[in-house]
C-alpha cells in the first residue's frame, strides 16, 4: 500500500499527524513533510484513518 | 413578532438572481436562527436552495452545502477575502489615518494570495502543533484555577465565568503581556462581540487601534529584550525578507485579538452546552477520558459557528450560479458541517464518526489558530469533566445566543449538586 500526497495543496491542518506522527511528519511551519511512502506492513489502517481525517482531501491511499 | 419587525430592511434582488434562489435569511437577527442557532442551520438545508440570495443585510449569498463552501473557500480568485481590493483599501486607510491615526491591519486574514501567504508565512511556525503543544500545561492550569473558583457555588453562567476569561489569560500570557492587562482586554473583547453581533457600522477602527494601544509598551519592550513569548518571536521573524516593525507587530497583535478570542470563547460555550444537555455522554467521557479529543471534533461539526465573508471577485457561474463582481457571499460554514449529503445523519452527535470537518475552514485561509483553539477545547473539557459533578442546563434560566459572522453563546446558566 502506497500513500501519496497533493504537498503544494496542504493547508496545515494537521490532522493526518494527529492519527500518526510517525506516518505524517510535519515540517517547522505544521505543514506536511513528505509525499509519497510505502505504507509499512501492519500500519495500512492507520494510513487509510490518516487520509480519512484530511479536511482538504489531499491524501490519497493506493491500494496494491 | 417584535423580533421579526426588528429584521434588517428588504432590498431589491437583483435581475440576474432567479427567483427559485432567493430565500430570506437574515444572519444577524432571524428569530428562530437566534433562538437555537443549529436547529435553524439544520432547517435551512432541509428547505433553502444550497446556495441561495438573501434580499436581508443589503443582500448577499449564501453558501450552504459542503461542496459549495468547500470549493468557495479554495477558489480565491472568484471569492477574495479582500473587502476591497488591496490598493483600494490601503489608499482609504492611509487617507482615514490623517484624521484618527494610524489603523491597525488584520493581515493576512483579509488578503488574498500571492500577498496573503506573505503576511501568514510568518506566523506558521508559532501557531503549528509543536510549539502551541508546549503551552498544553499553562493552559490546563488557567482552566483549573477558573474552574475550582465556581466548583462549590453548584451554579455558574458559564459565558462570564470560564468561557470568557479562558481565552483571553491564554491570549495575554501567549504575547507575554502584564496580567494586569486583563480588565482592559476582557472590555475590549465584549465591545468586540456586541459589534460582531450586529450588523450595522460600528466602532471597530477605535477598537483596533485600542487593542494595539494596549500592547504597544509590551511590543517596544522585547524589541531588545526577547522572552519566551509570542511577541518576541515576530521581532524574530521576517516578512518577505525584510525585518518585521512595530507596525508589522501592532497588526499581528490585532489579527491575534480578532480572531482568536470570541471564537474559541463561542466554541466552548457551545460544545459545553451540548454536554449539559447530555448527562449520559458526561458520564462516558468521565469514565473513559480519552474519548473527549473525539468529543471536542464531533462538537467542532456539530456545531461549526463561523461564517466568513467573501467578495464576489469576478462575474462568473459558481455549481450553475449566476454571480456577479462586488456582490457577497458568506461561507456558511455551520451549513457545510451539517450536510446530510456529506455527514450520514448530520444531526446526530457520534463519537464513533471519522472523515474531516471545516469547522476551522478550507483552503489557503484555513484558520491559524486551529491548534490552539483544539487543545484549549479539548483541555476545557477535560478540566470541567473532572473538576464538576454532572451538571445540567438551568432550567429556569434558558441560555441565549447571538448570530452573525460568528454563531455564539450570550448567556449560558449550569447547575450541579442538590
Redesign the interface.
Known amino acids: 500500500m502506497k500513500i501519496r500526497i497533493d504537498k503544494s495543496a496542504c ?5 493526518c ?2 492519527i500518526s506522527d510517525e506516518l505524517f511528519p ?1 515540517d ?4 506536511i513533510d513528505i509525499e509519497e511512502f510505502e505504507v509499512p506492513a501492519g500500519k495500512e489502517d492507520l494510513a487509510r ?1 490518516g487520509a ?6 489531499v491524501i490519497t491511499v493506493i491500494e496494491n | 413578532m417584535t423580533e421579526a419587525a426588528s429584521l434588517s430592511e428588504l432590498t431589491p434582488v437583483p435581475e440576474h438572481v432567479p427567483e427559485t434562489l432567493v430565500y430570506d435569511f437574515d444572519m444577524f437577527k432571524d428569530p428562530a436562527y437566534r433562538a437555537d442557532p443549529h436547529k435553524r442551520v439544520l432547517e435551512l438545508i432541509d428547505i433553502a436552495p444550497p446556495v441561495f440570495w438573501t434580499p436581508r443585510n443589503g443582500g448577499h449569498w449564501m453558501l450552504v452545502s459542503h461542496s459549495a463552501n468547500f470549493e468557495a473557500a479554495r477558489d480565491c480568485e472568484g471569492f477574495s477575502s479582500e473587502v476591497l481590493p488591496y490598493e483600494k483599501m490601503e489608499e482609504l486607510l492611509e487617507q482615514m489615518a490623517d484624521e484618527s491615526g494610524r489603523i491597525p491591519r488584520a493581515y493576512p486574514i483579509n488578503l488574498d494570495p500571492p500577498l496573503h501567504g506573505t503576511y501568514r508565512k510568518p506566523l506558521q511556525g508559532v501557531f503549528s502543533p509543536r510549539t502551541i503543544n508546549e503551552l498544553k500545561g499553562h493552559i490546563r492550569t488557567l482552566a483549573g484555577e477558573l474552574l475550582d473558583a465556581v466548583a462549590g457555588s453548584g451554579e455558574c453562567e458559564f459565558m462570564a465565568a470560564i468561557a470568557e476569561p479562558l481565552p483571553v489569560k491564554v491570549f495575554l500570557g501567549m504575547l507575554g503581556m502584564p496580567v494586569d492587562k486583563y480588565p482592559e482586554y476582557r472590555a475590549l473583547v465584549r465591545a468586540h462581540m456586541d459589534a460582531q453581533a450586529s450588523s450595522g457600522a460600528s466602532d471597530a477602527i477605535g477598537r483596533l487601534q485600542k487593542v494595539a494601544a494596549a500592547m504597544r509598551d509590551t511590543i517596544e519592550e522585547r524589541k531588545d529584550k526577547r522572552e519566551d513569548d509570542i511577541i518576541s518571536m515576530l521581532w524574530g521573524v521576517e516578512i518577505d525578507g525584510r525585518e518585521t516593525t512595530q507596525e508589522d507587530l501592532e497588526n499581528y497583535g490585532v489579527l491575534l485579538f480578532i480572531a482568536g478570542l470570541d471564537t474559541v470563547m463561542q466554541g466552548i460555550g457551545l460544545g459545553v452546552r451540548h454536554l449539559a444537555e447530555n448527562p449520559d455522554l458526561q458520564q462516558q467521557l468521565r469514565e473513559d477520558p480519552s474519548l473527549i479529543s473525539n468529543a471536542t471534533e464531533e462538537l467542532l461539526r456539530r456545531y461549526t459557528f463561523t461564517v466568513p465573508p467573501r467578495r464576489v471577485a469576478k462575474d462568473m457561474e459558481f455549481q450553475g450560479v449566476q454571480m456577479k463582481k462586488d456582490e457577497r457571499a458568506m461561507l456558511f460554514l455551520p451549513g457545510a458541517d451539517l450536510d446530510p449529503a456529506e455527514y450520514s445523519s448530520p444531526e446526530e452527535f457520534n463519537l464513533k464518526r471519522e472523515g474531516a470537518h471545516i469547522a476551522f475552514n478550507a483552503g489557503p485561509h484555513r484558520c491559524l489558530g486551529s491548534h490552539l483553539a483544539r487543545i484549549e477545547l479539548n483541555i476545557l473539557y477535560e478540566e470541567l469533566l473532572a473538576r464538576l459533578p454532572q451538571f445540567r442546563m438551568d432550567p429556569v434560566r434558558p441560555p441565549s445566543f447571538n448570530c452573525g459572522h460568528v454563531v455564539g453563546v450570550e448567556s449560558l446558566h449550569l447547575v450541579w449538586g442538590d
Open positions: 493547508v496545515g491542518n494537521a490532522r499527524w494527529a510535519l517547522e511551519d505544521g505543514y484513518r480519512r481525517a484530511c479536511p482538504e482531501r
